[in-house]
């Protein structure tokens, strides 16, 4: 068999621009989109929240506030997941590990408890060809908290039940200051005509 004539068979050239099928507008938007904002580009724009450190306390509680509870820990890499819909929106879970201290009657118990904070993301167009990823400041009910309580008293259980709904509102309120730091908004901006620009041949060529 001629090399030539099988090397030109398996040759796949691209198609010429008008042999391509034309299609609207608004489905040309939706597979910009769809391109666009992609699980992987979520998780690089918030790929700096992995980390921070969480610090909560001491708080007194109990009878008279003779204990104190507090919790040092940090968060762990966010996951993200797509979500089925009409709308391209994204299931972010952030997981927060916190070592937990009370301090009763002249001792110290710690235990782990791991934390961990649901939003859901959707993708936005906005005006001047913005693609922005609109992230809604999470509440103490997207807050879910599971305590280690292997070994504990029952008065121990008791001061962090009591403290638990505030727990939950300090992590809400920690992680929406989190999502809005400049460094995160802006990488959940994207100018799209910023970036076509810079992109131009004849801005290539100036900068040549």
Partial sequence: MDNKKGNDMA??????????????????????FEHAVTVERVEQALANLTG??????????GPGGL????????????????????????????????E???RLAAHDHRFKTELRA??????RAKAPLHIFIDVPAPSENDI??????????????????????????????????QIDKPEIRRMRDIDVRRRL??????????NA
């Fill in 11 to 32: 040759e796949d050239p691209k198609p010429s621009p008008e042999s391509r099928q034309d299609y609207s507008y608004e489905a040309f938007g939706r597979d910009f």
């Fill in 52 to 61: 921070n450190e969480v610090n909560f306390g001491p708080r007194d509680v």
């Fill in 67 to 98: 204990a104190s509870i507090k919790a040092e820990g940090s968060i762990r890499e966010p996951s993200v997941t797509r979500r089925e819909g009409d709308l391209i929106e994204f299931a972010l879970m952030i997981p927060i590990d916190l």
């Fill in 100 to 102: 937990l201290s009370v």
């Fill in 118 to 123: 649901h939003l859901r993301l959707t993708a």
């Fill in 144 to 177: 879910d908290v599971k305590v280690n309580a292997q070994g504990l008293r029952a008065s121990v259980l008791d001061l962090v039940a009591d403290v638990e709904g505030e727990l939950k509102r300090y992590v809400a309120r920690y992680v929406g200051k």
């Fill in 197 to 206: 620009e810079s992109n131009a041949p004849e801005q290539q060529a100036k």
